[in-house]
């Protein structure tokens, strides 16, 4: 039986096809800039149980040499990293269709990464992957 877990965040070509399953054409890829070890760690291992694969740096900077190599289709971001000049370098090179979640809270003085969802700390974990797995559902 296909359950959520195997089918999620998968990308589905079923475009001409009338029956059986859809073709499974790769994980989805999702990059994890996070100063935090401890953070990064945890998010991985939960988001690499669904099915994603992921790639991860510590800064803005990484990410943005990251985004340029490894195409993600979703990007998590903390921050203090996403309020950064690199962090608005980062959002441009990915592109407009690339989800970004920024983790922790923005000042009304900070800018916000253009087309960003911002989920605040203390964040629950099952709700950020619930959050990532509707975003990249939307891309697919």
Do not use: F
């Amino acid at each position: 039986p296909n359950s959520p877990r195997s089918a999620w965040p998968r990308r589905l070509l079923t475009e001409g096809r009338t029956r059986g399953p859809p073709v499974v054409k790769s994980p989805a890829r999702v990059l994890i800039v996070d100063r935090s070890h401890d953070s990064r760690e945890v998010l991985r291992t939960l988001l690499e149980r669904r099915g994603a694969e992921t790639v991860e740096v510590t800064n803005a900077r990484r990410g943005l040499r990251a985004v340029r190599q490894q195409r993600p289709d979703l990007i998590v971001v903390n921050a203090m990293d996403a309020a950064s000049d690199r962090g608005a370098a980062l959002a441009s090179a990915a592109g407009a269709d690339t989800p970004i979640v920024v983790l922790g809270t923005i000042s009304r003085e900070q800018r916000p990464l253009s087309g960003s969802v911002g989920v605040a700390k203390p964040y629950h974990y099952g709700r950020l992957v619930r959050k990532i797995e509707t975003l990249l559902e939307k891309t697919a």
